[in-house]
């Protein structure tokens, strides 16, 4: 059983940082290939980043390049999505997930195996 847990959201200004963290457990984490998405209201659910089993690739999709950087820490088997100048419409609820193999810019949630419970993040202006 693999399960991943995000942390670090909240309520926050436009203009600030955030530091989501995803922790994953019940596996050689390595072997993972981890995914953030984002869901807003009444909107499907967006990916915004990946990273690759060892960490050595990452891709993010051009809306988003730029402000949101994916790392992870294998010791740790954490995940950190980092966003700079937040903007409101970042506000949503962010999921991480998890698949075995890296699935790089295949953006198609039904392609990862393990899921977060999410972590909602609030951009006022």
């Known amino acids: 059983q693999v399960r991943l847990v995000e942390s670090g959201g909240g309520l926050v200004q436009a203009g600030d940082s955030l530091r989501l963290s995803c922790v994953l457990s019940g596996r050689t984490f390595t072997t993972y290939g981890v995914g953030w998405f984002r869901q807003a209201p009444g909107k499907e659910r967006e990916f915004v980043a990946a990273i690759s089993g060892s960490g050595g690739t990452t891709y993010a999709p051009g809306s988003v390049k730029g402000r949101f950087t994916i790392s992870r820490d294998n010791a740790k088997n954490t995940v950190v999505l980092q966003i700079t100048t937040l903007e409101p419409e970042d506000t949503a609820v962010y999921y991480c997930?998890?698949?075995?193999?890296?699935?790089?810019?295949?953006?198609?949630?039904?392609?990862?195996?393990?899921w977060g419970q999410g972590t909602q993040v609030t951009v006022s202006s």
């Open positions: 997930a998890a698949s075995r193999v890296f699935l790089g810019a295949s953006a198609e949630p039904a392609m990862y195996d393990y």
